[in-house]
């Protein structure tokens, strides 16, 4: 995590890192700024030389913590890809705390080809009211998407948790089954 305040960057908080395809690690940051983008920020070895976080414009940052993981590399020595899950919202519908924090709704996970340069693919798993979540990847390639789902009576207050299980033909609508 980004151990000193970063300017221009409120309350940087709930990192998540992936290995890049070359070995540098990548770390995607919540963040309460008023852009409502995630923080990204780059290291050769995940120690020093940190580049300057920078908002990413594709993973948009409804205050919520999220999940990040490389697939395994395919066969063929093609290169593997990067998966994402978030609330993909900023709609103002039930989040009443003021401040920074948007909608948890609508959680996506999204697919980058190009080590989270851009991220191309989006499917939406959750319409309703979803937040944290985590991503595993299973031997067979499958995904695994465990997240908060509903809300009883505020955000935050979630009705019960929930595993989806998908591969990436569902994921890049391949496969509508």
Do not use: Q
């Not at 919202?89 to 948007?102: D, I, K, P, S, T």
């Amino acid at each position: 995590a980004i151990a000193v305040p970063v300017d221009g960057y409120d309350n940087p908080s709930e990192a998540v890192c992936v290995e890049m395809e070359d070995g540098r690690l990548l770390l995607n940051v919540r963040s309460e700024s008023p852009r409502n983008r995630r923080l990204v920020t780059i290291s050769p070895d995940g120690a020093w030389g940190w580049s300057s976080p920078e908002f990413h414009p594709d993973l948009l940052e409804p205050v919520c913590m999220a999940a990040l993981i490389r697939h395994s590399f395919r066969a063929g020595g093609s290169p593997g890809r990067i998966l994402f899950a978030n609330p993909d919202n900023l709609e103002l519908e039930f989040a009443n705390w003021g401040g920074a924090v948007r909608d948890r709704k609508r959680l996506s996970v999204k697919m980058s080809r190009d080590d989270g340069v851009t991220w191309p693919v989006t499917r939406v798993v959750e319409e309703g009211p979803a937040g944290y979540s985590d991503l595993a990847v299973l031997p067979s390639g499958e995904v695994l998407l465990f997240y908060e789902r509903g809300m009883l009576e505020h955000m935050g207050d979630t009705r019960s948790l929930a595993l989806a299980r998908f591969d990436l033909n569902w994921l890049e609508g391949k496969d509508e089954t």
